[in-house]
């Protein structure tokens, strides 16, 4: 069997269920596993810019226009002859719309199967790799692995103490303008023992104002610009440090400040979603045993 994947959460779910031999073309952003490194490249994305501010101008242009910021190599993909298509309908922002992904499908000598990706939280990522799983004919393996992925979960969660006063927190996917975190990341939070008065549990990330995040009182910080990776992110430090309002939130004053990859780690609601929940939970309990290894975090 033939598989594309035209979202790098889906190319982790499948490669995590033991599809990475029948993945035959991935997106632009598809870098984990290293393994499909040699595969085809069939997306490429339309801005540019550097900076997040250029950036968040240049994606809201796009969007008002109602330009798609990806392109998608039509022909590339025609010559594939996948038998499944892995995509998503969550963001517009992340990857390939999929309405262009299956008008093209559409028009193939014999039409391969798209499958949807639209996880709202953890637990629909669960499900994710049973959806897969059946698409791609590995049910068993998937089962497997959602169990082995459902076990790591609940085993952090143990951890959490529901009897002690627990942590405002305030997740930044976006650095400028803010952007507080939503979809799966505020029910992360709340899971790992922390509170999240930013957004609530389901709703997706929103702007907010300096003025607002300086009234939640943040006693933990957590910096994970959407797509970027740890060194992109620590750019990003000297216009946030240069704001009147970078000094007043208690968490930078008690150095409680967190850099985290956000391209691999929270961003994508894939496999090491659950990597994300563990460290969450060691860092809001004091519980280093939770941690999974060599977790893309730098402090401040």
Not at 97 to 104: G, M, P, S, Y
């Amino acid at each position: 069997m033939n598989v594309v994947s035209l979202l790098p959460s889906a190319t982790e779910v499948l490669c995590a269920i033991g599809g990475e031999s029948m993945l035959v073309g991935r997106s632009h952003e598809c870098d984990f596993p290293v393994g499909i490194a040699d595969r085809p490249v069939l997306t490429r994305q339309r801005t540019y810019a550097h900076g997040s501010a250029e950036i968040d101008t240049q994606v809201r242009e796009a969007l008002d226009t109602g330009d798609s910021l990806y392109e998608l190599d039509a022909e590339g993909l025609r010559a594939l002859r996948p038998d499944v298509i892995l995509t998503q309908d969550l963001c517009d922002v992340c990857s390939i719309d999929l309405k262009t992904v299956r008008a093209v499908a559409s028009t193939m000598e014999r039409p391969p199967v798209v499958v949807n990706l639209d996880p709202k939280n953890v637990f629909d990522v669960f499900d994710d790799l049973l959806d897969v799983g059946r698409a791609v004919g590995l049910e068993q393996q998937a089962g497997d692995a959602m169990v082995a992925l459902r076990g790591a979960y609940w085993e952090a969660v143990d951890y959490v103490n529901a009897f002690v006063a627990q942590p405002e927190v305030a997740f930044l996917e976006w650095t400028d303008p803010l952007f507080a975190g939503g979809h799966w990341t505020p029910g992360l939070i709340e899971a790992a023992g922390g509170r999240h008065s930013l957004n609530p549990v389901g709703a997706k990330s929103r702007v907010i104002t300096p003025e607002e995040l300086v009234e939640s009182m943040p006693e933990r910080l957590i910096i994970c610009p959407c797509g970027f990776d740890l060194r992109r992110t620590e750019e990003e430090l000297d216009a946030l440090r240069s704001t009147k309002w970078w000094p007043a939130l208690p968490a930078v004053q008690e150095g409680q400040v967190a850099l985290v990859d956000g391209s691999a780690m929270f961003n994508r609601p894939g496999p090491r979603l659950v990597d994300a929940f563990r460290w969450l939970v060691a860092w809001l309990q004091d519980r280093p045993e939770v941690l999974p290894p060599d977790f893309p975090v730098r402090f401040l």
